[in-house]
């Protein structure tokens, strides 16, 4: 649990374990400006790779506002993220590579950020700044996980990893939906793009009219899978000839693009006196693999014969995509304006999103030091007062799995290298990157003092995770104030692999491009797994069970449901067309493993997974 004392302006905060007084404090002052502190404004989208944006040369790509803003900016060049969501996001709001901070996959209950991590946005408040997030967290549904209960005063989301996904509001898919505000369903309007940034306008004013500096995070679900957009931001693109799928995921962007352009004309006129610092980055590689076989129309061959002679690569001539190693997994663009910040220019530095934390906090004004982060703040460098941030590995890896395993994919970056292990292609290969971005010639056999460099570097970075202990977090239930708890097979433990876990509903019919398949109309493929919880209060518990949400109101299609919890198995009937079965009992304090399905028999048999539980503590 954390400890977390402010005084606004003329701070202090400090930040530890429960176990233990804090052996790296967090200790600020705010500059002798903190009045003026400025508005700072955090774009990330989602599945955007480095070259899914005109600036960087792409020339099917219709970006001129994001273009615009990257001619104003410092333009980094050689920036990295984790290969996919949950560990960026992690590693972003901590300063800290993402398995040492807890969260190193997207589902398992593996996406939990760890309580005891102090936040930006809980550094940003407790120096006075109003703060909000809106879109996606992916960081924890539930408390103490939350997006509020980390720092984030007012919060605008959907649930899970994508807009639809089993933890968001039943039946969503992108157009005129029910989103959660401060943790309640709230029904919208229009595109979520759309949402998530008139939501933002609107909280920046707020801010603004209290006489109150805001950090925004809009944390975008577009341009993410299923690929949906309005049919006029989808229609250039097919007029142009690409194919569909190549369309809709461009045009997800240009949506992106076109209320970027919005929001700098409404900050421009935004007459409260402060500055604003603007970010603009993405959260790992481009989801949209040229080259996948799955797709219709062969868009490889068809967008660079539409280049013409540009000479122009798909995904800026990178190899890999998300969830690689490999660049194209995880160098990703990061654009930087604000006062004091020369714009216009391309920074080269080698640099990582946990970076942004000391960077961010510097530039609000805030001089921090004594920081257990991995970030170096890049302020320096942004304002002309350094070339480089000294000499560094970064240390990329991709641990979609339940536990972390040193055998996974993970790549060493440094300068002049780049070292791959454990990819499929490969067990081990080093690029000289500056020579070769495309990473196409292994040199491993010439530098065997690289590879011996790089593998300790690999030894101190697994010793310095694993020193954590890769802990695992649990859900509590029957903490006092925070009522009914949902859980969803999102978070499910246990899990021998990704696709074991059903994490996407599919509530419109996927076209054919996903490449993933819904869960709905499959549920018995899904053996039902366990959740890990944490009973707060010990006593009576009211246990309800569904295989598809309350508010669908679907019918279980089953005679009885069985729940194991506590020890203990429990079996009710299912009545007629029931949408789900009732539990009433007895749990002790402490932690618990609960398994819950319906099936045909008392005995369990055939089982259907409930996928939905909701816990109630009665009084």
């Known amino acids: 649990m ?43 989208t989602d599945d955007q790779g480095y070259g899914d944006v005109g600036y960087t040369g792409n020339p099917l790509i ?110 969503n898919t992108q157009f005129d939906d029910t989103y959660f505000v401060n943790s309640e369903p709230v029904g919208f309007t229009g595109n979520s793009t759309d949402v998530w940034f008139d939501e933002a306008e609107k909280f920046i004013t707020g801010a603004a009219e209290e006489g109150r500096p805001s950090f ?54 935004l007459e409260d006196g402060r500055d604003v610092v603007f970010i603009f980055m993405t959260d790992n590689g481009s989801a949209f693999h040229f080259n996948e076989t799955y797709y219709q129309g062969n868009p490889e061959t068809v967008s660079i014969q539409l280049a013409g002679d540009s000479g122009w690569q798909p995904n800026a001539g990178m190899r890999g995509y998300k969830a690689s190693v490999y660049e194209g997994g995880h160098r990703v663009p990061l654009l930087i304006s604000g006062p004091g910040i020369e714009g216009g220019r391309d920074i080269d530095v080698l640099s990582a999103h946990y970076d942004l934390y000391p960077t961010l906090l510097e530039l609000a004004g805030l001089e921090v030091s004594g920081m257990d982060i991995d970030g170096v703040s890049l302020a320096p460098v942004l304002r002309g007062e350094a070339e480089a941030v000294g000499e560094r590995a970064i240390v990329v890896t991709n641990q979609r799995v339940f536990d972390p395993d040193p055998g996974r994919p993970v790549a060493v970056l440094t300068e002049d290298w780049r070292y791959v292990a454990n990819e499929p292609t490969g067990s081990e290969a080093l690029f000289a990157i500056a020579e070769d971005p495309a990473q196409q010639s292994d040199v491993a056999s010439a530098h065997p ?52 876990v059903p994490w996407f509903p599919g ?99 055939n089982p259907l997974p409930a996928m939905y539980v909701y816990v109630t503590k009665v009084d």
Not at 16 to 40: F, K, L, M, R, Y
Not at 119 to 124: K, W
């Open 62 to 171: 219709r970006t001129p506002h994001i273009d615009a803003l990257a001619g104003e900016s410092a333009r980094f060049t050689d920036f990295h993220v984790d290969p996919t969501c949950s560990p960026t996001r992690a590693a972003l709001m901590t300063g800290q590579n993402s398995l040492r901070a807890g969260v190193w996959h997207t589902i398992m209950g593996r996406s939990l950020l760890p309580t005891e991590q102090v936040t930006i946005a809980e550094v940003l408040q407790g120096a006075g700044y109003a703060t909000g997030i809106f879109g996606k967290w992916h960081l924890g549904d539930n408390y103490p996980f939350r997006p509020e209960d980390q720092g984030f005063e007012h919060t605008v989301i959907h649930g899970g990893g994508g807009v639809g996904q089993t933890p968001d509001y039943w039946g």
């Open 2 to 44: 954390k400890k977390i004392t402010a005084f606004t302006f003329g701070l202090v905060i400090s930040a530890c374990a429960a176990s233990e007084q804090p052996a790296d404090a967090i200790s600020a002052q705010t500059s002798e400006n903190a009045g003026e502190a400025p508005h700072v404004v955090l774009i990330m």
């Open 449 to 500: 003092e690289v590879i011996a460099e790089m593998r300790a570097v690999i030894e101190t970075w697994w010793d310095d995770a694993a020193a954590t202990g890769f802990p695992t977090q649990r859900l509590p239930v029957g903490t006092p104030g925070v009522g009914t708890v949902r859980l969803t097979a999102m978070d499910w433990m246990e899990a021998p692999s990704t696709d074991a």
């Open 507 to 605: 509530f419109q019919p996927p076209a054919a491009e996903i490449g993933y398949e819904s869960w709905l109309q499959r549920e018995e493929e899904f053996p039902p797994l366990p959740w890990y919880l944490t009973v707060e209060t010990p006593g009576s518990y009211e246990i309800e069970v569904f295989v598809h949400d309350a508010p669908a109101a679907m019918p279980a299609g089953k005679d009885h449901a069985i729940l194991e919890v506590d020890g203990q198995r429990h079996v009710v009937p299912v009545h007629g067309h029931a949408s789900s079965a009732r539990f009433t009992v007895d749990l002790n304090a402490g932690d618990a493993r609960m398994l819950t399905w319906f099936a045909d028999t008392p005995d369990g048999d």
């Open 216 to 269: 925004t995070y809009l944390s975008l679900n577009a341009p993410h899978r299923p690929w949906r957009a309005p049919d006029e931001y989808i229609a250039p693109y097919l007029e142009a000839g690409l194919p569909a799928p190549m369309a809709k995921f461009y045009a997800m962007i240009t949506h992106i693009d076109d209320r970027v352009g919005a929001l700098r004309e409404y900050l421009l006129k």
